[in-house]
């Protein structure tokens, strides 16, 4: 079955220093979504990622679609300890509203 | 209102109990979703209604069961539950969104403990 697989699994960052975590799919996706869960908390929406290449940008937060449909990126620019939380990408299987949840990288960051 | 409310917050049950988690959400949202998420995991899909009718069940146990009564309103029943079925249980909805995706709205989720 379709896997979705996330590196790294932790990241501890100085606060400013820079964090990226990767996303990567077994299979063509035809759309990826990154959301944020903060400990104790559920999943919130961050972005949706839809076309081939495809780059946007949120304030300190950059992420990429692959040219490929295979893989994408989240880029925190200078970590703030409000960015502290779980980042989860989530895959959706063509033609349903099946998500598939990455293995997520937690993100501790130390001021 | 964007926001997905689910009761009760916290739930401790045995395993011969019967009991049922409750969401609801007044967006408009035609789809809705159980998850089950264990600590340190990613939340894991459990079941799909889309516009009142279950499209996905993701091979759960017969002791979960899922019920749409209306599109507002989700819930899932559970019956003779084991003590690996302790979880955060999660409800989402969303709806169409462009070139086919749909954003998900989560509730705060129902912790069960299953003793």
């Known amino acids: 079955g379709q896997q979705v697989m996330q590196i790294p699994q932790y990241q501890h960052v100085q606060e400013g220093e820079d964090f990226t975590t990767y996303c990567n799919s077994s299979t063509t996706l035809s759309n990826i979504q990154w959301y944020k869960q903060r400990p104790g908390g559920h999943p919130v929406f961050l972005i949706q990622l839809v076309k081939s290449g495809e780059v946007k940008k949120q304030k300190r937060l950059t992420f990429q679609f692959g040219e490929a449909k295979k893989n994408s990126s989240l880029h925190i620019t200078a970590t703030q300890t409000t960015d502290v939380g779980t980042y989860f990408c989530?895959?959706?299987?063509?033609?349903?509203?099946?998500?598939?949840f990455g293995t997520g990288t937690r993100l501790k960051v130390l001021a | 209102d964007t926001e997905v409310t689910q009761t009760p917050k916290h739930l401790v049950m045995g395993m011969t109990n019967k009991k049922s988690l409750k969401c609801e959400q007044h967006?408009?949202?035609?789809?809705m979703y159980w998850y089950k998420q264990k600590a340190k995991k990613p939340p894991e899909l459990m079941f799909v209604y889309s516009y009142e009718k279950l499209s996905i069940n993701e091979s759960v146990p017969s002791r979960f069961s899922p019920e749409c009564p209306n599109s507002s309103l989700l819930n899932l029943h559970l019956h003779a539950l084991q003590p690996e079925d302790s979880a955060l249980y999660l409800c989402?909805?969303?709806?169409?969104?462009?070139?086919?995706?749909?954003?998900?709205?989560f509730g705060p989720g129902t912790r069960l403990t299953v003793t």
């Open positions: 967006m408009g949202h035609r789809a």
């Open positions: 989402a909805s969303s709806s169409p969104g462009p070139a086919g995706g749909h954003e998900q709205y």
């Open positions: 989530a895959a959706l299987t063509s033609g349903t509203y099946k998500y598939i």
